[in-house]
């Protein structure tokens, strides 16, 4: 079965420092998808990063960077220079690789990130 | 352009009674996602429909839990004899269908309450 572990319940951090959302997953799949999603007070949920199981490299986007080890099952997003608007809840995601585009999501428990002035 | 609406945004109801929650997609999404989350809990999986039917809803918790998508495009997610256990944000998705990923947009949610 899949499963996402999402260790950190709640970070506290001010403004400008940088931070680390851990993301563990586990999967029997040799093919498969990561995700990372904002979710902020309003309740929508925004999609940030995709990754499949064969690109390891680590990308970054702005202040977001992703870490991908498939050797320690970790998918960890670090904000740079945090902001008050990052303030949100952050899920990691899982997904095995089917045919037809579907995609089911199997979502951590979330990382809320509290970013003060 | 418009993204997945959903409605209504909130819904309080008793126990036992019988509620609708609407889902209206992105326009041209042939995919769309039911999804459930519990405070303090990631969303998880409900119903997917291509097109008109169901390709999965192993994700319903039982036999109380229906959805439709009769024209392929706008969903009802159907709950009968409702319990205080279904209080939950229920969150419908959209996307395109390929051969490929395709990200899934995701709508604001109705806030399910039952009392």
């Known amino acids: 079965a899949q499963k996402v572990t999402q260790a950190q319940t709640e970070i506290s951090v001010v403004e400008k420092e940088d931070v680390t959302l851990d993301c563990v997953y586990e999967t029997r799949d040799t093919t498969y998808y990561l995700f990372w999603y904002k979710q902020p007070p309003s309740g929508e949920l925004v999609f940030l990063i995709r990754r499949n199981s064969f690109d390891e490299q680590n990308e970054i986007s702005g202040r977001y960077s992703w870490n991908f080890q498939k050797s320690t099952s970790s998918f960890n997003f670090t904000i740079t220079a945090s902001q008050v608007v990052d303030s949100a809840v952050y899920f990691c995601?899982?997904?095995?690789?089917?045919?037809?585009?579907?995609?089911?999501?199997?979502f951590g428990t979330g990382t809320r990130l509290l970013v003060s002035p | 352009g418009a993204g997945v609406s959903q409605t209504p945004s909130n819904k309080v109801t008793e126990k036992g009674k019988y509620v609708e929650l609407r889902c209206d997609p992105i326009s041209g999404h042939t995919a769309l996602y039911w999804y459930r989350q519990s405070l303090g809990q990631g969303p998880e999986f409900l119903i997917y429909f291509q097109g008109t039917g169901a390709a999965d809803d192993s994700g319903l918790p039982n036999d109380r839990f229906f959805a439709v998508r009769p024209e392929g495009s706008v969903s009802t997610l159907k709950i009968q004899r409702t319990e205080r256990g279904d209080s939950a944000v229920y969150l419908c998705?959209?996307?395109?269908?390929?051969?490929?990923?395709?990200?899934?947009?995701f709508g604001p949610g109705t806030r399910l309450t039952v009392t």
């Open positions: 998705a959209s996307s395109l269908r390929g051969e490929t990923f395709y990200e899934q947009y």
């Open positions: 995601a899982l997904s095995e690789a089917s045919g037809g585009g579907f995609q089911k999501l199997v």
